[in-house]
């Protein structure tokens, strides 16, 4: 049609927002809902959207450059204000999830927890929900919590079609199928079985017994320093130390050779930098198609990531081929497999010919032994650390076992590690009600069935049909507190619920998971407990620990921050005495 302005088309003047209100419509149902378009896709919709209506404007309408530039983008701002709204009335009435209770805003857009997940409140907001409607609780769109011990097996077991979240495609850096992953970001199951026999390897009873002696190794140093710092009365963060014993510990059990952290006192400016990253990177990950728009800026990780390889490549130097530590399994394993048809499939799925095949797979693995093996157990240290500190009772009564077992020469590092097990129950009581409390991975990881819907049993005995990719996550922290599963008194700690389970009220093992659980269970669980036994059973024994005049227990607590792995805003200052004769004989020559 030519084009006089009495000629102008209705539909593009008239009835304009009746068209571009249908259009919305019609790609929210037909696109939007149906396919998980990220920034660089929708960036794409919008450039061709925008050029169309420019173009189309331009050629019927005859209103001059500048007067079709501004309808174009009143008409791209009426099109997303429509396609917004169509989004808010599908997830509020319409969404297969859509009579799950939980807050409004968050049925409506992950965006409304950004705030909460800045501040690392994600398991106390979630906990708050979980009280104030149920033991399912709408959490995001399209996403659910279910706090009951029975889902645990139905969305983590082996055998569960659930698998990992979208959560783990930004936590790996993108979705692209050539972005190297390490195991704990891989979305794809078969390629995470086939890695995850190595791992296992690695951590077997035998490989265990060749790691005591860096265990051994770095609790000696740890107590070297703290007596030197108890001698000389001086306020520390022990918080800190923990840090320091973790990451060392984890880099000589990974690769050979420690960080010396504690030798200096101090974290290294990378390792500052990446906690840092961890607050920022958990906003991200709940976004997860934010990490198209957030891997562009800058990070530290690429320090990080230097910082490994100069470990392994001095270690590849010092170790002439043999060493006992986690990278010679993974080495040992990835060079049997190579050339296997198995092996082949995958590097050609994954595309890793072209991304530096087999180096980069241990490249990714060896930066995961280190993130995995760090702030988590450090995390349990710390709490644990301040939970004796309120409770001097324990204290006391850990002491005790401990002289038992041990004798009280208490300048003898303790380093039996199958005694420590096997003979302190107490000890050990101490640390699950630590992690009972406080689990490091407080949040609840997220789990999904992409093929169908999963059959969910609830805590009330009944059972739920949770549809096809809604994302399910069980809340640790909640679980974890909850009086079915734990009585009397789940909120307190009380060390002897573990010692004669059979005898409380409630103790239901099931709900307690701060290694997770099933297939994706933390492969370092038993290298974690014998480090917390070794260093919670050294330092106990070898000092007296008060806390310093200015701490305030209620603040520390409330400092606790969630940032997938926990973190604390406030320090744990205390001061050390050295228990020791050493230290009593050079105090009485003084
Ligand atoms: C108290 C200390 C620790 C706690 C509470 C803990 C907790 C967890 C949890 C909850 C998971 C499951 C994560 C998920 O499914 O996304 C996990 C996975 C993992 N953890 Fe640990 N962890 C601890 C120590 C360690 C240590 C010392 C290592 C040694 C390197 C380690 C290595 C790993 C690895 C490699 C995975 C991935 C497993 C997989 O996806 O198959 N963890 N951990």
């Not at 974290?267 to 906690?275: C, D, G, K, V």
């Not at 002897?496 to 994706?520: C, I, K, M, N, Q």
């Amino acid at each position: 049609m030519t084009s006089t302005s009495a000629q102008k088309p209705s539909l593009l003047v008239d009835d304009r927002f009746v068209l571009i209100g249908t259009l919305a419509l019609a790609s929210h149902l037909l696109l939007f809902r149906l396919v998980d378009l990220w920034p660089e896709q929708i960036a794409k919709l919008y450039v061709g959207l925008f050029a169309l209506d420019l173009t189309v404007r331009y050629t019927y309408l005859h209103s001059g450059i500048v007067g079709t530039l501004f309808a174009t983008i009143v008409d791209v701002v009426a099109y997303t204000v429509f396609v917004l709204a169509s989004i808010g009335v599908y997830r509020l009435k319409f969404h297969r999830i859509a009579d799950i209770p939980g807050p409004t805003s968050w049925a409506l857009s992950k965006w409304s927890t950004f705030g909460i997940d800045r501040q690392g409140l994600r398991p106390r907001a979630v906990h708050a929900a979980h009280v104030e409607y149920g033991d399912v609780v709408r959490t995001g769109p399209c996403e659910v919590s279910i706090n009951s011990p029975d889902a645990v097996a139905a969305i983590s077991a082996a055998k569960s079609e659930c698998w990992k979240g979208p959560w783990y495609d930004s936590a790996a850096g993108g979705r692209e199928p050539h972005i190297m992953r390490s195991l704990i970001n891989l979305t794809d199951r078969t390629e995470h079985q086939r890695r995850r026999k190595t791992w296992d390897a690695a951590f077997s009873a035998k490989a265990l017994k060749g790691y005591e002696g860096a265990l051994v190794n770095n609790m000696e140093i740890m107590l070297r320093q703290l007596a030197k710092r108890a001698n000389a009365d001086e306020a520390m963060d022990i918080d800190d130390w923990g840090m320091f014993f973790a990451f060392d510990m984890i880099s000589e059990v990974g690769f050979g050779r420690n960080l010396g952290l504690l030798e200096q006192g101090k974290l290294s400016p990378i390792l500052e930098q990446l906690e840092d990253l961890m607050k920022f990177q958990q906003v991200v990950n709940n976004r997860p198609y934010m990490i198209e728009v957030t891997r562009q800026i800058p990070t530290p990780k690429g320090a990080y990531a230097g910082m490994v390889m100069e470990l392994l490549e001095q270690r590849d130097k010092d170790a002439h081929g043999q060493k006992a530590d986690i990278m010679q399994f993974l080495y040992e394993a990835s060079a049997e497999e190579e050339g296997t048809d198995e092996h082949s499939k995958t590097f050609d799925k994954y595309n890793m010919r072209n991304n530096h095949g087999r180096r980069a797979e241990l490249a990714a693995e060896a930066r995961l032994i280190i993130v995995a093996g760090s702030d988590t157990s450090s995390t349990v240290m710390a709490m644990t650390l301040f939970l004796l500190l309120q409770h001097p009772k324990v204290t006391t009564q850990l002491r005790a076992e401990l002289d038992l077992v041990f004798g009280t020469d208490y300048e003898t590092v303790l380093s039996d590690f199958t005694r420590l097990d096997r003979e302190c129950p107490l000890l050990n009581a101490v640390i699950n009600e630590s992690m009972r409390l406080f689990p490091p991975l407080a949040g609840g990881l997220q789990k999904v069935n992409t093929r169908g819907s999963t059959i969910v049993p609830l805590a009330s005995g009944s059972k739920m049909v949770v549809p096809k990719d809604v994302v399910m996550t069980i809340p640790t922290w909640t679980m974890q507190r909850d009086a079915r599963n734990f009585s009397p008194a789940p909120n307190v700690f009380r060390p002897e619920r573990w010692l004669h389970p059979e005898r409380e009220e409630r103790f239901d093992r099931r709900a307690f998971v701060p290694f997770s659980a099933g297939a994706t269970v933390c492969v370092g669980k038993l290298l974690a407990y014998m480090e917390l036994r070794l260093v919670i059973a050294n330092l106990v024994r070898r000092f007296d620990m008060t806390a310093t005049s200015d701490f305030d227990p209620v603040a520390f607590e409330d400092g606790l921050r969630d940032v997938f792995v926990s973190t604390r805003l406030k320090k744990l200052s205390v001061k050390l005495t050295d228990r020791s004769s050493g230290a009593s004989q050079a105090a009485a020559a003084v």
